[in-house]
């Protein structure tokens, strides 16, 4: 199964990667007053289909597809054209002109059998006509460029070719006499330039990171992820967040309390069955915790059941008709799981507010958060290595407009209903990934109750299911929200389990405080 599903992941990767070839060529990703815009849209869009492995996303080699063997070979001319697994692009990144990025699997399987064949075959292109190869394992800085113009049409280079396949190897066109070596034969030039680039083992760690380093040579044993850059405050970080988002600047979330999130809580709610009494809790929590202005269920029939009747006797509650999500964009809408992804990305962006799901309550008022355009908080699971953490959006929050909610809705567009939790839990994280300013990611902004263990993000090896979180946290000071997962607690059940509860229960007396904020006694 795991096989077929690995299978299915790469027909789709290599389709949607030649359709951005497509985009790409026709230049609608690089206008040309913005010479970064296609690296960053490549470089982004390679995230969200590989290994979001940062030392496999860090080489600047622009291709997208998904191949067990490539070889990276930009050449100096401007040229676009395509091959079947490959992308030759023009782009222009440290001053240099990028064009081509081969894909060697098909185009020339005999070089992916050894080491020293692929060697050669960069070898003899870089003589032929000259061009920059990257290491799969390299960043260059802008020092390259630097080191270009110095190079251009000077005298001969030479480099140790095997420690040039770590790092990387740079011919100018105007040096090439377009005759193929035999052989292991070396480039001329670079042998003081190997020992400007450095090598990393860890990013913590980077003392030989100097303005003059041309590349950074990352170790193969070195696991980093957009995560770990994002605001590392050192040469690494800074120079890895220039080539991932074309900004040394530290990429984090800003408030702008000149226009807040609105206090509207939207609930989806299908069919016409009773609403259960964790539910009732929870638009309680929102009526009297947050305190928002109006309560919204959304849904294709009106909620039933006592705690409905109940909750309609204030004004700030309300339904309202929503038709169910059956077809989308062309594709059908099969799990109600994928309804609710589709419906909290619209709502939000339309209205602005707060989604939260039916099994989830407030403990402490929002205020503080209001700020951001786009506010959520961490799963308890993930898919390692492809996606190292997951988003989880049954608590979530957003300003109308925001552009992290009108990502998230043009991205499923093209949902993915053969994964579970594709859309509603992998997508969001690999759009913040992408654009780390676009949405504030905040541990604390609920906390997953899972099976009766509370699960907070923030603390260390939280994706370990076996390890017990429930020591240290106080629900009243670290959490915004609980979010109750699987299985509903008993107390929180009906209101005669909460009465019959101990008083040592958690749930019970989570349940007790929203209703003592309401003013209702048991």
């Not at 490959?86 to 081969?102: D, K, M």
């Not at 920059?132 to 390259?144: K, N």
């Not at 059956?326 to 962006?349: K, M, T």
């Amino acid at each position: 199964m795991e096989n077929q599903r690995e299978v299915v992941i790469s027909r789709w990767r290599e389709k949607v990667s030649m359709r951005l070839a497509q985009d790409i060529m026709q230049e609608k990703l690089l206008p040309e007053a913005q010479p970064n815009t296609m690296v960053r849209a490549v470089q982004q869009f390679r995230l969200s289909l590989r290994s979001p492995h940062f030392r496999r996303t860090l080489y600047l080699a622009v291709t997208v597809a998904v191949v067990t063997c490539v070889v990276y070979y930009i050449n100096s001319s401007s040229r676009v054209s395509t091959l079947s697994d490959g992308i030759f692009v023009s782009a222009r990144v440290h001053g240099l002109r990028w064009g081509t990025a081969i894909s060697l699997e098909r185009v020339a399987p005999e070089v992916c059998v050894h080491p020293d064949r692929q060697k050669e075959f960069v070898i003899k292109a870089l003589i032929s006509s000259g061009g920059l190869f990257v290491g799969s394992l390299t960043m260059i800085t802008p020092q390259v460029s630097a080191m270009a113009r110095e190079m251009k049409g000077s005298g001969d280079m030479l480099m140790n070719v095997n420690e040039a396949f770590q790092g990387f190897v740079y011919v100018p066109s105007s040096m090439t006499k377009g005759e193929a070596p035999q052989g292991d034969v070396p480039v001329k030039y670079l042998k003081t330039l190997i020992k400007q680039c450095v090598d990393v083992v860890s990013i913590d760690e980077t003392p030989g990171l100097v303005s003059e380093t041309c590349c950074v040579r990352m170790s193969s044993s070195l696991n980093i992820y957009p995560k770990d850059i994002m605001t590392l405050d050192n040469k690494f970080g800074a120079l890895a967040r220039l080539a991932m988002y074309g900004t040394s600047a530290v990429q984090q979330a800003k408030p702008n309390d000149a226009a807040l999130i609105p206090k509207l809580a939207h609930y989806w709610w299908i069919g016409d069955r009773p609403i259960s009494y964790l539910m009732y809790l929870s638009i309680l929590s929102q009526l009297f915790v947050v305190q928002v202005e109006r309560v919204t269920v959304y849904g294709n029939r009106e909620p039933v059941g006592e705690y409905w009747e109940l909750l309609k006797q204030y004004p700030r509650v309300r339904y309202s008709y929503h038709e169910v999500y059956v077809n989308y964009h062309g594709q059908r809408v099969a799990s109600p799981s994928l309804q609710s992804d589709i419906f909290r990305g619209e709502i939000i962006y339309k209205e602005g507010g707060i989604y939260m799901d039916s099994d989830a309550l407030f403990v402490k008022p929002i205020d503080d958060l209001r700020g951001y355009d786009a506010v959520a908080s961490l799963d308890i699971m993930a898919e390692k290595g492809k996606f190292p953490e997951y988003f989880n959006l049954g608590v979530t929050m957003g300003k109308a407009g925001a552009s992290f909610w009108k990502n998230f809705n043009e991205a499923n567009h093209k949902f993915r209903s053969d994964l579970y939790g594709y859309n509603g839990l992998a997508l969001p994280y690999k759009l913040w990934e992408q654009n780390p300013t676009s949405i504030y990611h905040n541990p604390h902004l609920q906390v997953l109750c899972y099976y009766g263990r509370y699960r907070p993000t923030w603390v260390p090896n939280y994706l370990n299911v076996s390890v017990h979180h429930n020591t240290n946290f106080n629900w009243k000071t670290d959490a915004y929200a609980i979010h109750y997962t699987f299985p509903t607690p008993a107390a929180m059940e009906s209101e005669v389990n909460l009465k019959s509860a101990s008083a040592t229960d958690e749930a019970a007396t989570i349940a007790r405080f929203i209703l003592d904020k309401a003013g209702i006694k048991l």
